[in-house]
């Protein structure tokens, strides 16, 4: 493995610390390191090092800029109430880096280095990991395509980086329910397409819908498959939950839906606890019919930055239609807690997800 080279920040490079771990925005605050690693054909990945966070220099023609040749994880770490510090499924959110990066013709990463690289990082940046409960620090991996060259094709070159934010709460809800708009007008992905990785792109498609939503009052949107606009896909930027009849239903994954870190936590969790899961098609009209019925009990997303936001109205053709109460959203409490609970070390981890990387008082 290679070596990581550390230039430290000096007392001048250093960023403004949050006044407090409560009230932190998600994604706008960022620690004083970042790890970096070039690609060369030829030469393959070097030059791994971590650094001051700095801005990046790019040429003006690099792929990235003009074709969007990039891919991203969202991972997370969490302090423990004793100070030690945990990584969530790394491997399985470094696999799927590897999985994105493939379907854009990005050479892979070494997993165990790129493991190593993160740990590194966040034991380095440890004084900025927050305490409080439902904060975190955010890991974010990307690479991205940077040869000097706007002719279409894969490039020669590439940049890998990864970056850390503490982090509170995803939506401004907090663990509070969401309005969520159907959205017939748009697509988040078709099949064939890149809706089952987590490449760049396919967050830019997302955002008119989103805005859509907002002005409208909604939180985000429900996705619905391409070709029909019948089947239930993803929420937001998440996966999808409903709890009907005693089943858990979320939509299987067909190709064009992201193959969600949390997703598969919970369906594990489900199985475990004795709740009968499907993971099948599911039509908008069977869900507007559910809620109708009342045998659609809850509504819920999942993803690694909310964990699960539960949703209490979803909007579809003009008319909102309330799931159960609106107010009361035991089943996604209890994935919540379930999922967290591991996260910090306050339960025991049985399936191997939660990786002990040091403790926040460590030399
Ligand atoms: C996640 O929750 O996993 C996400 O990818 C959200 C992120 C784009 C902020």
């Known amino acids: 493995m290679p070596d990581i080279a550390v230039t430290l920040a000096q007392p001048g490079e250093r960023r403004a610390r949050p006044a407090s771990d409560s009230d932190l925005p998600f994604g706008k605050i960022f620690t004083d390191h970042v790890f970096s690693m070039k690609y060369a054909a030829g030469k393959?990945?070097?030059?791994?090092?971590?650094?001051?966070?700095?801005?990046?220099?790019?040429?003006?023609?690099?792929?990235?800029?003009?074709?969007?040749?990039?891919?991203?994880?969202?991972?997370?770490?969490?302090?423990?109430?004793?100070?030690?510090?945990?990584?969530?499924?790394?491997?399985?959110h470094i696999r799927r880096l590897n999985v994105s990066a493939q379907r854009l013709c990005i050479p892979p990463l070494d997993p165990d280095f790129v493991l190593k690289a993160i740990q590194t990082l966040v034991m380095l940046d440890k004084d900025w990991m927050p305490e409080t409960v439902g904060t975190a620090l955010y890991?974010?991996?990307?690479?991205?395509?940077?040869?000097?060259?706007?002719?279409?094709?894969?490039?020669?070159?590439?940049?890998?980086?990864?970056?850390?934010c503490p982090v509170g709460a995803y939506y401004r809800e907090g663990f509070?329910?969401?309005?969520?708009?159907?959205?017939?007008?748009?697509?988040?992905?078709?099949?064939?397409?890149?809706?089952?990785?987590?490449?760049?792109?396919?967050?830019a498609a997302s955002l008119l819908a989103a805005e859509m939503a907002h002005s409208k009052g909604y939180s985000q949107v429900l996705?619905?498959?391409?070709?029909?606009?019948?089947?239930?896909?993803?929420?937001?930027?998440?996966?999808?939950?409903?709890?009907?009849?005693?089943?858990?239903?979320?939509?299987?994954?067909?190709?064009?839906?992201?193959?969600?870190?949390?997703?598969?936590?919970?369906?594990?969790?489900?199985?475990?606890?004795?709740?009968?899961?499907?993971?099948?098609?599911?039509?908008i009209e069977e869900v507007i019919r559910s809620i109708e019925n009342g045998s659609l009990k809850e509504c819920f997303g999942s993803g690694t930055a909310a964990v699960v936001s539960p949703v209490s109205t979803l909007g579809w053709r003009d008319r909102d239609y309330t799931i159960g109460s609106g107010r009361a959203f035991p089943l996604a409490e209890q994935f919540f807690k379930d999922i967290t609970d591991l996260q910090y070390g306050r339960t025991t981890d049985t399936h191997g997800w939660v990786r002990r990387i040091g403790n926040k008082r460590d030399a």
């Open 44 to 92: 393959g990945w070097h030059d791994a090092a971590i650094r001051p966070y700095a801005a990046l220099a790019l040429d003006p023609a690099s792929t990235i800029l003009h074709y969007g040749q990039g891919v991203f994880e969202g991972m997370k770490a969490f302090c423990g109430a004793d100070k030690d510090l945990y990584l969530y499924r790394p491997e399985s």
């Open 176 to 203: 509070g329910p969401t309005k969520i708009l159907v959205t017939e007008d748009y697509a988040r992905a078709a099949l064939g397409g890149t809706g089952a990785c987590k490449v760049i792109g396919n967050y």
């Open 223 to 283: 996705w619905l498959d391409s070709a029909t606009k019948k089947m239930v896909e993803e929420v937001g930027m998440m996966n999808v939950f409903f709890h009907i009849n005693d089943r858990l239903v979320t939509p299987r994954l067909n190709g064009s839906i992201l193959p969600g870190i949390t997703r598969d936590s919970i369906l594990t969790l489900a199985r475990e606890k004795g709740l009968a899961v499907d993971e099948r098609d599911l039509s």
């Open 139 to 164: 890991i974010r991996p990307f690479i991205m395509g940077v040869d000097n060259y706007i002719g279409v094709k894969a490039a020669s070159e590439y940049l890998f980086n990864v970056l850390l």
